[in-house]
């Protein structure tokens, strides 16, 4: 934690999967606890769950700042997204590699955050896949048409190689989980993205 209070990242970006919408299972509430005490940055939360609606006061309670819900893992999105707001969060979709941007169309003027994925939610480490910078481009017309204030994040094989591209595409957030955690400096790397 000290580490990432040193950089330079201007939010903390936390994974959480159920082993069911995803074949993974990571953090949940207790460590989001504990790392709320511990940092004062905005704690961006990535559910990759089948139960959202059930999470959202029991993640607000545990320090959420932003909520982000999977479009692929809601069947009532539009009641999912007011119950984050009204609980005090801002409210974001994500939408994996194979859902097009346009599924956003009816929400997005409700919507704080697009997360594009730019790889299958699930693992780290693993290929960023190009169609994302497209899909970033596409969010990023959709937002200035409906006069929507939503950020676009990229989640996903973000780096060096593809900063650019993704920023001069319209993203205005990008996660970098292994660009960072696997560098011998992670303050050090955290902070090269961030100035690239
Ligand atoms: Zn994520």
Request: aromatic share 6%; proline share 5%; with cysteine.
């Amino acid at each position: 934690m000290d580490q990432l209070n040193a950089s330079q990242a201007d939010w903390l970006h936390y994974d959480v999967m159920d082993g069911n919408f995803v074949p993974n299972i990571s953090f949940g509430l207790p460590i989001l606890q504990a790392i709320r005490k511990a940092t004062t940055k905005p704690i961006d939360v990535h559910l990759m769950i089948t139960q959202n609606d059930a999470f959202i006061q029991p993640f607000k309670d545990a320090g959420a700042d932003i909520l982000t819900v999977h479009f692929e893992a809601c069947t009532h999105l539009h009641r999912t997204i007011q119950a984050i707001k009204q609980a005090g969060m801002k409210a974001g979709v994500a939408l994996n590699p194979h859902t097009p941007v346009r599924v956003l169309k009816d929400i997005i003027a409700d919507l704080d955050l697009v997360l594009i994925m730019s790889v299958n939610p699930g693992f780290g480490g693993q290929k960023f896949i190009p169609q994302a910078i497209q899909k970033v481009k596409e969010a990023k017309a959709l937002i200035l048409e409906s006069g929507s204030s939503a950020l676009i994040e990229v989640d996903g094989g973000v780096g060096m190689s593809n900063i650019k591209s993704l920023v001069e595409a319209g993203a205005d957030v990008l996660v970098a989980g292994n660009a960072v955690y696997g560098a011998a400096d992670p303050v050090a790397a955290a902070n090269e993205l961030k100035n690239a």
